[in-house]
C-alpha cells in the first residue's frame, strides 16, 4: 500500500509504484468501463449513463450526490479539511445515437466499442475514484467536486459545464478534466474557435432523363469548400480549419436535394477567428451565383459554438506538476489547446487541466478501440495531479 504522503510533488518517484498498485485493482476499473459504455449516451440523451454515475457515487459513499437542472451528475467527496474545493469531470455524451449497437468487447490487451476512448473510459474512471482511493489508502484534505458533465459534444456546445458554473455557489481552487485518449495529452489553454455546419439545398432532379451537369446541392457545396481552403487569412500564424465532415444525397442517379458539411476554424485569439467568420459569410452569398442557371438553391451557415481564447501559463503549478508526473511515468506530453468543456473553466479564471488516460484508436469510429495496460499510468498521473492540488502545490496552506 502507498501511504498519500509519499505522493507529493516533491516525490514523484513513488508514482510508477503506484501504477502498479493501481493495476491491481483492474478488474473493477474495466467493468465500470464495460457497463458504462453499454448504455447510449448521445448528446441530450444522457441521463441513463447519468443514472448509472449516481450509483456509483452513492455505493462509493460520496456526499451530496444530485443530478443538476441541465442533467450533470455531481457528488462531493469530502476532505478532512475541506478548505477549498477542486472539481475533477469527465464529459458524459459520444457521438453515437441510441439505434447503434454499443456492446463493449474486451480482449486480455484492449477494449473496443462506441464511444469507449471519447469519453467512456474518462467517466468510468471518475465513476472509480472512490474506490481507488479508498483501496489505497489515500485520504484527501480539500473536498473533490466529482462530476459527469452533459450536452458537451456539437450542439450541445458545453452547456451541462457551462449552467454548473453559471449556478455553483462553491470557489472552485482548480479543475481536472479526464478524457479517455490519448495518454500524454495536456491542455491547459483554449483558442479563438468557430464551430460551424453549412448546408445545401435544391429542388433535387425531378426529371426523367437529365441532360448536362447536375450539380444538386452537392455543386455548390464543393465551390464552398474550394473557396474556404482559399481563404487567405487561414495563413496566419495558429490558425488552423479542421473540415469534420461532409454528407449529401442517398442514390448515384438521383440528384442531391441536400448536403452538409461541419467545420471548425480555430485561431489564437478571437479577433482573428472572427475576420475568417466576416470572409466565409461573403463565400456564402457567392457560392450558389456561381452554379449560373444549373440549379436553384438556398446554402447558409449554422454556427454551433465559439471560444474565447485564454488559459493559464505554462509555468502554473497545476501544469508543472502534470508534466513532472509524465516525466515520472515515462509519458511523453503532448500540448494541445482543448475546446472541450475545460474551456468553460478557463472562461471562468479557473486553472483546469485536461489530462489523457490511455492509448487509442479510430475515435468517434463504431470499433473505438483502448489499449488496457496503459490506463493504470494514466490513472497515476491522475492521481498525482489531483494529490499535488490537494497538497497546494507544496505550499503552506491559508
Known amino acids: 500500500m502507498i501511504a498519500s504522503t509519499l505522493l507529493t510533488p516533491a516525490s514523484f518517484n513513488a508514482l510508477p509504484q503506484l501504477a502498479r498498485e493501481i493495476s491491481l485493482l483492474r478488474e473493477r476499473i474495466l467493468a465500470n468501463v464495460v457497463m458504462m459504455g453499454e448504455i447510449p449516451a448521445p448528446t441530450f440523451g444522457e441521463q441513463n449513463r447519468i443514472t448509472f454515475l449516481q450509483d456509483r457515487f452513492i455505493e462509493g459513499g460520496l456526499h451530496d450526490v444530485m443530478v443538476d437542472d441541465v442533467g450533470n451528475g455531481l457528488a462531493r467527496l469530502p476532505g478532512s479539511v475541506g478548505a477549498k474545493s477542486i472539481l475533477v469531470f469527465a464529459h458524459v455524451d ?27 473510459l474518462g467517466l468510468a474512471t471518475v465513476a472509480s475514484l472512490p474506490f481507488i482511493l479508498e483501496r489505497l489508502g489515500i485520504t484527501l484534505k480539500h473536498d473533490f467536486i466529482l462530476m459527469g458533465d452533459v450536452r458537451s459534444l456539437g450542439r450541445g456546445n458545453i452547456a451541462g459545464m457551462r449552467t454548473f458554473l453559471e449556478n455553483n455557489k462553491r470557489l472552485l481552487h482548480g479543475g481536472i478534466c479526464v478524457e479517455g485518449v ?28 437529365p441532360t448536362g451537369l447536375q450539380p444538386g446541392a452537392i455543386g455548390p457545396l464543393m465551390t464552398f469548400i474550394d473557396g474556404l481552403m482559399a481563404l487567405p487569412e487561414l495563413e496566419q500564424p495558429g490558425v488552423s480549419l479542421i473540415l469534420g465532415s461532409v454528407s449529401g444525397g442517398t442514390a448515384y442517379n438521383t440528384t442531391a436535394a441536400e448536403a452538409r458539411l461541419a467545420f471548425e476554424v480555430r485561431g489564437r485569439d478571437e479577433g482573428s477567428v472572427a475576420t475568417i467568420e466576416q470572409s466565409i459569410s461573403a463565400l456564402l452569398d457567392a457560392c450558389c451565383g456561381e452554379q449560373g442557371d444549373q440549379c436553384s438553391c438556398s446554402i447558409a ?25 509524465m516525466e515520472s511515468l515515462d509519458i511523453a506530453p503532448c500540448i494541445t489547446p482543448t475546446t472541450g468543456s475545460a474551456s468553460a473553466l478557463i472562461d471562468a479564471g479557473i486553472p483546469c487541466v485536461v489530462l489523457g488516460l490511455t492509448e487509442g484508436r479510430a475515435i468517434h469510429e463504431l470499433h ?14 491522475l492521481l498525482s495531479v489531483m494529490l499535488a492540488m490537494d497538497n497546494d502545490y507544496g505550499q503552506s496552506r491559508d
Open 94 to 120: 459520444t457521438p453515437f445515437p441510441c439505434t447503434v449497437d454499443h456492446t463493449v468487447h474486451v480482449t486480455p490487451e484492449a477494449i473496443s466499442g462506441p464511444g469507449v476512448g471519447d469519453n467512456v
Open 182 to 209: 490519448q495518454l500524454g495529452r495536456l491542455s491547459y489553454a483554449s483558442p479563438g474557435m468557430l464551430r460551424a455546419e453549412v448546408r445545401c439545398s435544391t429542388g433535387g432532379g425531378d426529371e426523367l432523363w
Open 301 to 325: 451557415m449554422d454556427v454551433l459554438a465559439r471560444r474565447s481564447s485564454g488559459g493559464i501559463d505554462e509555468s502554473h503549478p497545476i501544469v508543472s506538476s502534470a508534466k513532472a508526473a
Open 368 to 381: 473505438e478501440r483502448i489499449m488496457i495496460d496503459p490506463i493504470f499510468t494514466g490513472i497515476a498521473q
